[in-house]
């Protein structure tokens, strides 16, 4: 069965530190998917980012960064210079083929605090 | 930007009331799913739809749930006769039109749902 595992539930830090947040993830299909969503404190999911199981790379947008390890089964995200708008509880989630790749698993999620 | 809308944003409603969840998927997706979110708790998969019926649904869906596209553009979610463990937020989603095969998927800003 599918799960997504996010060991930190909650982290802090000052404003322009930066954060790893983790994500560790089973299955038992060799193609899958990867996503991560942030959840603002207003409530909405919002899409960060999608990665398959073929691609390897790392991937950098802007302050965002994943790295992604299938030798460890992790997906991990880092922010760099925090900001205080990165207050959110950020979501890693999974979808496969055992799950008809449309059932979208999520981790308990991390919530970040950045201080001022 | 095309997004996925819902209302009500917010319901109350008494135990063994009826609700219905309205949802506007992005226009030219045709994958639409729902999902709920226990207060404090991770995002759950309730159902996928596709092609007017249900393509997979979880063990949490059961008789008491309905979904149903009354027409070109809303997607619904019923309640028949709520429980007080009904009390969540529900999001609904939507995905690209090509396949549902991992493509991402985008949701909306989530109905939260009291029951009394």
């Known amino acids: 069965a599918q799960k997504v595992t996010q060991a930190q539930t909650e982290i802090s830090v000052v404003e322009k530190e930066d954060v790893t947040l983790d994500c560790v993830y089973e299955t038992r299909d060799t193609t899958y998917y990867l996503f991560w969503y942030k959840q603002p404190p207003s409530g909405e999911l919002v899409f960060l980012i999608r990665r398959n199981s073929f691609d390897e790379q790392n991937e950098i947008s802007g302050r965002y960064s994943w790295n992604f390890q299938k030798s460890t089964s992790s997906f991990n995200f880092t922010i760099t210079a925090s900001q205080v708008v990165d207050s959110a509880v950020y979501f890693c989630a999974l979808s496969d083929f055992s799950g008809g790749y449309q059932k979208v698993t999520f981790g308990i999620g991390t919530k970040l605090q950045v201080i001022p | 930007e095309p997004e996925v809308t819902q209302t009500p944003s917010h319901q109350v409603t008494q135990m063994g009331q009826e609700v219905i969840l309205r949802c506007v998927p992005i226009s030219n997706h045709l994958y639409f799913y729902w999902y709920r979110q226990i207060l404090g708790q991770k995002v759950e998969f309730l159902v996928s739809?596709?092609?007017?019926?249900?393509?997979?649904k979880s063990e949490i869906f059961d008789d008491q749930f309905s979904v149903e596209r009354p027409d070109g553009s809303n997607f619904t979610l019923k309640i028949r006769s709520t429980k007080l463990e009904d009390s969540a937020m529900y999001f609904c989603?939507?995905?690209?039109?090509?396949?549902?095969?991992?493509?991402?998927?985008?949701f909306g800003p989530g109905t939260r749902l009291l029951v009394l």
């Open positions: 739809f596709y092609n007017n019926e249900i393509s997979e």
């Open positions: 989603a939507s995905s690209a039109p090509d396949s549902p095969w991992g493509e991402t998927q985008y």
